[in-house]
């Protein structure tokens, strides 16, 4: 499972660089998109005795993504969320309108290991991984957030972590409400 998920990010991170990764945009609900990655991560959470959360709203985000691709970016976020998390620890996901901004925040709660915070700039730059994630996973390619943070600005989005050592993390990504916001040619080849 861990070279197939190498090849891929190592494939994607190519094709990212070549401006070939294609996207297919369409209307989807970013909710039932959340909800299959938590289900995409489910044996890797239980393996590493974590607890995934998440209260989804009431009602359905429909968002102009490309489903596909945004779910390659939030499991790699929960990957991490997971991956560098203590045992019987957590993740909490969110999902929030960003009020007067047009924009939809996901946020990832977790009770991880935390990054060392002179590395935090570093962290969405391809091959980077913390020192002390290293230590924990030192199998771990350092290309998840760099796919996730050419996934999300890709679509109009922003993409960070705060994070504070041996406490934990927070990691978020927005996306545009209105497709409007979109870059041009982003759904290009």
Do not use: C
């Amino acid at each position: 499972r861990r070279m197939e998920r190498l090849i891929r990010d190592l494939l994607d991170a190519a094709r990212i660089e070549e401006g070939k990764f294609g996207y297919r945009f369409e209307d989807a609900d970013i909710v039932a998109l959340i909800r299959g990655a938590i289900q995409a991560t489910h044996s890797i959470a239980k393996e590493n005795q974590v607890r995934v959360y998440f209260s989804p709203p009431p009602e359905p985000h429909i968002l102009r993504i490309d489903p596909t691709r945004i779910e390659t970016a939030l499991t790699n976020m929960l990957d991490n969320a997971i991956k560098y998390n203590t045992p019987n620890g957590t993740v909490t996901v969110l999902i929030a309108d960003e009020q007067g901004t047009g924009m939809v925040r996901v946020s990832l709660e977790d009770t991880g290991i935390g990054v060392p915070e002179d590395e935090l700039g570093a962290l969405f730059t391809k091959l980077h991984r913390g020192s002390n994630a290293q230590e924990v996973q030192p199998n771990g390619s350092g290309l998840g957030l760099y796919i996730a943070k050419n996934i999300i600005e890709r679509h109009g989005g922003t993409i960070g972590l705060t994070s504070t050592l041996g406490r934990g993390s927070v990691g978020w990504f927005t996306l545009p409400v209105d497709p409007a916001r979109i870059p041009s040619g982003a759904d290009g080849v």
